[in-house]
């Protein structure tokens, strides 16, 4: 195999259950990335933002092959912030991987591959970061992506409800309502979601409810 030039900076690379996303329960490889823009209040992956192993593409390849399973995450982070992401995107699809990206959408997502799917936040006003919501990566998503609206509180999820309805985000892909672990209670989310008969699907991070805070998993 000719070696590929391209470098990343990658935290981890793990073999985990996929823990959201309509992905959920299935045996998965995740490849973070490090580094991200952005600084939400109840990020859970800071140990993500520096640091890393400088790695080839080849090797990751070669790591993602040694768990044979067909699903791959490439998460960080935010991975879009390493140029070469698009092309670990890439190269992971032409492996033969079902490939989904986990990313904040703050960046643009247009140019990733399009048998990726994209897994893309909007930030809530709880987050901190709102004012980094890219409205235009919307134009972007299709049926095989999904968005992810991850709420602290009752003023978060009026928000969440309010840009449902303002952008009719449920005609565009599938919508995932996911209460902050340790701030907003799941069971509170899923009743204000019956209460409204809200077109989106709730989840909760099955990992921490499965290993709690443990880091890789």
Known sequence: MTPRPAKLRITEIFHSLQGESTR????????????????????????????GESMTL??????????????VCVTGGEPLAQKECLTLLQVLCDA????SLETSG???VSEADPRVSKIMDLKAPGSGEEAKNRWENLAHLTPRDELKLVLA??????????????????????VLLSPVHGLLAPRQLAEWILRDRLPVRMQVQLHKVIWGAERGR
Do not use: H, N
């Open 58 to 71: 080849d090797a990751i390849l070669e790591r993602v092959a040694s768990f044979g399973t067909p699903y």
């Open 106 to 108: 703050a960046l643009d």
């Open 24 to 51: 959920v329960g299935l045996p998965t490889v995740f490849v973070r990335l490090t580094g991200c823009p952005l600084r939400c209040t109840w990020c859970d992956t800071e140990y993500a933002f520096t640091g």
């Open 153 to 174: 509180s009752e003023e978060d999820y009026l928000w969440a409800r309010r840009v449902l309805e303002e952008y009719r985000l449920a005609e565009r892909c599938t």
């Open 96 to 99: 033969g991987y079902s490939v």
